[in-house]
């Protein structure tokens, strides 16, 4: 036996009940173990525990009977943005290296064979790293990790935020490591983890082990309980295209967009030549990191400095002021967005009659009325996320403009989050997205903009559901 | 002694790596304000001691003021603070008379009013360093306490009281708890 | 700080960081001694030629760096000038006296200031900091845990300069009134400094915690950058030496002013 716990408790500091109790997990040298379980479930801490680093590095209230930790542990972390401490790719590479006392002459030889595992290739190492695309950030962390030499390797959620192709690098990077390497996973899109791991276990709210057994028996038996959890599993979007509405009619066009260019300096960030924009449309914008998907979003809002028209009902606007009368925009990060101390006053801010009814209308159809006194930024992410889209839209705007907003969600959060898009749609809002996602732009959009190195090169309306339907197209 | 952790470390000093950068670009705003002698300007002089009273309120552990203030003032100094290696001892200096007032209180006290001596203190610290460096006192008796009383308010407006509502904002959004010590209520509640 | 600067390396570059830090550290005290003004004119070239010509970096960025330090040495001198103590009096209103004294103390201090500020300015200009702190861990015996801390957050800098400007954009969009007066404060605080804080707070115990995963202890450890003392070193230390003993002669021998001593004697 390599790793496990026996009746373990852990509890939160102020949190009222205990997050595990008396929970007991074993696992076994070379196995390759996933957690699965709906978010807040304690994966991650248990994942912590069992890498030593509760309470080691982080005192979590903690008492457990008998517990077995690995040596030598190696833990891959979520955020690609948290996890190194120096500048450059060899210097990282080289902490871990000092850490461990390599001597110096073998650190070059070293770092070259770790990242070579990873198919990280540079001609010199020494590369920034804020210069790597987010995928190859996670790699860059499991290839420092690995030269550890770590009896187990942990990875919590490695690739919850990153786009669909970092996602597959990074997976395809995990499998080629050594077959008798102990890995204990927290994932949610199990896509691509489902055939490698030996063993799956699956928790519910409370912490406790509601299944331990090969994959194939989970999938088959528990998809419910994976359903409930907002686990991404194979098919899951099939699930979600029924109930869908087709398109039927020819819609008016709300907003109409010439010549525009946005500029950062005198840099012309993105640019769009033409574009008739139809009630109830959904459009989504795609197209790789730094195309200019965002800065087309922020020019149509007047946040950038831009040229051209961009119409809406027939009005030119000119400034944010009259854009935001006009166009409800959401961030990336929802947390930058909230200006005040509770939930409520969130709602509240810039409403001017009818406050309380209206505030208190939404929070129960929006499930935050438990909230309302909260400070915005303890709230789940999904629920920021819902609030944030929920005081963008407050001033009765017709047009909702979202900055990727299911990015790192999971599977439950990110169809209420596109069911409540889907709803206001129904009553006749029109929304521009961005997203990296292609499994929204064939389930929910009604059209796809593919941004390239600022410019617009595709247009295409998508048919959604089973019957194609053409709608009113740019002329 | 409650021993710093990394984290304890690491926050402490990103904490202290901001306002070092808003000390760099509070030079010219002090330079400005200050050239008619009259040392009412002062009272902007305060923002340079704010580090170390906002991390010690933040993760109240001995040594956290001393090591932000310093660590402020590294930064400061490593962007090119037109002080140069100056604000270096100042750093030290102010961050010890702000720990000192802390460590009277044997780091139970986080109040606004505590806040506000460790403002003094920081301020007393300056002043020292000014003596030495500045020959302040060569001034007429009178400007010197316009000085000095000039120094001390905006110790107690800045690094005091408005240290202290930034923290409390802070506090609001539930982040601080990352730093503070689970209570025995918590471990209690393992053995039920 | 360098983090993408376009400059040539020099001689300066290459000297032990860590033997830089305190051999300026001396600089500094060295030159509260020194209170005859003529002496501290001269001393003011000294540092003044190595930003010009040896720090490698553009004259333009030189210049634009430079332009505080005008401001600096009118606000350092101003209030010895208008209001220190002396007897020689050349002029007198209302509050302001003027005297010999108080002048050419007030001078003395613009100078003093200028001084270490040009050394400031060339330590930031040729010094990278992570080899700033391999050198304080290898030479100075401190502890890694802050010198690799100080790496760490200098890493987060930039991350939270594109916050910041993410911030904004929201807040632009969001609509926000801005109040007035003291008000004006409390809502910079709450919309500002509160999210680019917690958010690198968190940001910040999460680095911290991936670095204990990766086995950062405080023990022995062996440096990827290895800093050594070098004929750099001595060069620099030459380069000052012959420089004091040159300046001091000057300003006793051929003096610019008539005062001696700008201390108050009495």
């Known amino acids: 036996m390599r790793v496990g716990v026996t009746n373990l408790r852990v509890k939160y500091a102020g949190a009222s009940e205990l997050l595990f109790n008396d929970l007991t997990l074993h696992i076994e040298k070379g196995e390759k173990v996933l957690l699965l379980g709906p978010?807040?479930?304690?994966?991650?801490?248990?994942?912590?525990?069992?890498?030593?680093?509760?309470?080691?590095?982080?005192?979590?209230?903690?008492?457990?009977?008998?517990?077995?930790?690995?040596?030598?542990t190696g833990y891959v972390f979520q955020d690609p943005d948290a996890q190194f401490c120096m500048p450059y790719v060899d210097e990282e590479m080289a902490f871990v290296l000092e850490n461990r006392a390599i001597p110096r002459s073998e650190m070059k030889g070293l770092i070259n064979t770790y990242l070579d595992k990873v198919g990280l290739h540079f001609d010199d190492p020494h590369v920034e790293i804020a210069t790597l695309s987010q995928g190859m950030k996670q790699r860059l962390a499991i290839a420092s990790v690995l030269s550890l030499e770590p009896d187990v390797l942990y990875l919590d959620e490695p690739t919850a935020l990153l786009d669909p192709e970092g996602t597959k690098d990074v997976w395809e990077t995990i499998k080629k490591i050594d077959d008798d390497q102990t890995m204990v996973i927290v994932e949610h899109k199990v896509d691509h983890v489902i055939d490698f791991v030996d063993r799956v276990v699956l928790f519910d709210d409370s912490g406790t082990i509601l299944a331990d057994s090969d994959p194939?028996?989970?999938?088959?038996?528990?998809?419910?309980?994976?359903?409930?959890?907002?686990?991404?599993?194979?098919?899951?979007?099939?699930?979600?295209?029924?109930?869908?509405?087709r398109e039927t009619k020819n819609a008016l066009s709300v907003m109409t967009i010439e010549d525009l260019k946005g500029f950062k300096g005198k840099k012309c960030l993105v640019e769009l030549p033409e574009a008739v924009?139809?009630?109830?449309?959904?459009?989504?914008?795609?197209?790789?990191?730094?195309?200019?998907?965002?800065?087309?979003?922020?020019?149509?809002?007047?946040?950038?400095?831009?040229?051209?028209?961009?119409?809406?009902?027939?009005?030119?606007?000119?400034?944010?002021?009259?854009?935001?009368?006009?166009?409800?925009?959401?961030?990336?990060n929802p947390e930058f967005q909230f200006v005040t101390n509770s939930v409520y006053d969130e709602l509240a801010y810039s409403m001017s009659e009818d406050v309380q009814n209206r505030v208190t209308t939404w929070l129960q159809n929006y499930e935050l009325l438990n909230h309302q006194h909260q400070h915005p930024y303890q709230l789940s992410t999904g629920q920021k996320r819902k609030l944030s889209v929920g005081t963008a839209l407050f001033g009765n705007q017709r047009i909702l403009l979202l900055d990727e907003p299911t990015f790192g969600q999971d599977a439950k959060n990110t169809f209420k989050l596109l069911e409540y898009f889907e709803d206001l749609r129904s009553k006749g809002i029109t929304i521009m997205m961005v997203t990296h996602d292609p499994n929204i732009v064939e389930t929910y959009a009604t059209r796809e903009w593919i941004i390239s190195k600022g410019r617009r090169v595709s247009d295409r309306n998508v048919n959604r559901g089973e019957e194609a339907v053409v709608h009113a197209v740019d002329s | 002694m409650k021993r710093l952790k990394l984290s304890d470390i690491l926050i402490t000093i990103v904490i202290a790596l901001v306002f070092g950068i808003i000390y760099k670009l509070w030079g010219p705003v002090y330079n400005l304000v200050k050239p008619f002698g009259l040392h009412v300007g002062d009272i902007v002089y305060g923002m340079w001691f704010i580090a170390g009273t906002v991390a010690m309120l933040i993760l109240r552990k001995p040594g956290v003021a001393l090591l932000a203030e310093t660590a402020a003032a590294s930064g400061e100094f490593l962007v090119g603070s037109e002080y140069g290696l100056s604000v270096l001892l100042y750093g030290i200096v102010q961050g010890l008379g702000t720990e000192l007032v802390f460590a009277l209180f044997r780091y139970k006290r986080y109040t606004a009013f505590v806040a506000a001596l460790s403002g003094i203190a920081a301020a007393a610290g300056s002043l020292i360093m000014d003596v030495a460096y500045g020959y302040i006192l060569d001034l007429a008796l009178w400007n010197l306490l316009l000085l000095i009383s000039a120094r001390v308010l905006g110790g107690i407006l800045i690094a005091g009281i408005f240290a202290y509502f930034l923290v409390e904002a802070l506090e609001k959004t539930g982040v601080t708890s990352l730093v503070r010590p689970a209570s025995h209520e918590d471990f209690k509640a393992l053995d039920k | 700080m360098q983090l993408t600067?376009?400059?040539?390396?020099?001689?300066?570059?290459?000297?032990?960081?860590?033997?830089?830090?305190?051999?300026?550290?001396?600089?500094?005290?060295?030159?509260?001694?020194?209170?005859?003004?003529?002496?501290?004119?001269?001393v003011t070239l000294l540092p003044l030629i190595l930003v010009a010509f040896f720090t490698g970096h553009k004259r333009k960025l030189l210049l634009i760096l430079m332009i505080p330090f005008l401001l600096l040495f009118v606000s350092s001198s101003s209030s010895m000038i208008f209001f220190g103590q002396g007897t020689t009096t050349w002029w007198k209103w209302g509050l302001i006296h003027i005297t010999e004294e108080s002048f050419y103390r007030g001078l003395h201090i613009g100078f003093r200031a200028l001084n270490f500020a040009l050394l400031g300015l060339i330590f930031a200009l040729t010094t990278r900091p992570v080899l700033l702190f391999y050198s304080l861990t290898q030479q100075l015996k401190v502890p890694p845990r802050f010198a690799y801390s100080f790496m760490a957050a200098v890493r987060i800098l930039p991350m939270m300069v594109e916050e910041f400007q993410q911030l904004k954009n929201a807040l632009l969009v969001r609509g926000v009134k801005k109040e007035k007066g003291w008000k004006r404060i409390t809502q910079s605080i709450t919309l500002y400094a509160v999210p680019l804080l917690s958010q690198s707070i968190r940001r910040a115990h999460r680095i911290a915690v991936a670095m204990e995963s990766k086995q950062f202890h405080n023990g022995k450890r062996t440096y990827y950058y290895e800093t050594r003392l070098s004929k750099f070193d001595g060069l620099f230390v030459l380069y000052i030496v012959l420089g004091v003993v040159t300046m001091v002669w000057l300003g006793l021998e051929v003096p610019t002013y008539e005062i001696t001593d700008v201390r108050n004697s009495d």
């Open chain 1, 216 to 245: 194939e028996t989970i999938l088959s038996f528990y998809k419910h309980k994976m359903k409930e959890f907002g686990i991404w599993y194979p098919g899951i979007w099939k699930e979600h295209e029924h109930g869908l509405k």
């Open chain 1, 277 to 332: 924009i139809h009630e109830g449309e959904w459009i989504v914008i795609t197209g790789e990191n730094g195309a200019g998907k965002s800065s087309l979003l922020l020019s149509i809002m007047q946040v950038l400095k831009t040229t051209g028209d961009v119409h809406v009902d027939g009005k030119a606007l000119h400034s944010i002021k009259e854009a935001r009368e006009k166009l409800a925009f959401v961030f990336q």
């Open chain 3, 5 to 42: 600067l376009d400059y040539n390396e020099t001689w300066l570059h290459r000297m032990n960081p860590a033997f830089k830090l305190v051999f300026f550290l001396f600089l500094f005290l060295g030159l509260l001694f020194i209170h005859n003004p003529n002496i501290i004119t001269y």
């Open chain 1, 39 to 72: 978010s807040g479930c304690g994966k991650s801490t248990l994942l912590q525990v069992l890498s030593g680093l509760i309470p080691a590095a982080v005192p979590v209230p903690m008492k457990v009977e008998e517990k077995m930790i690995p040596e030598s």
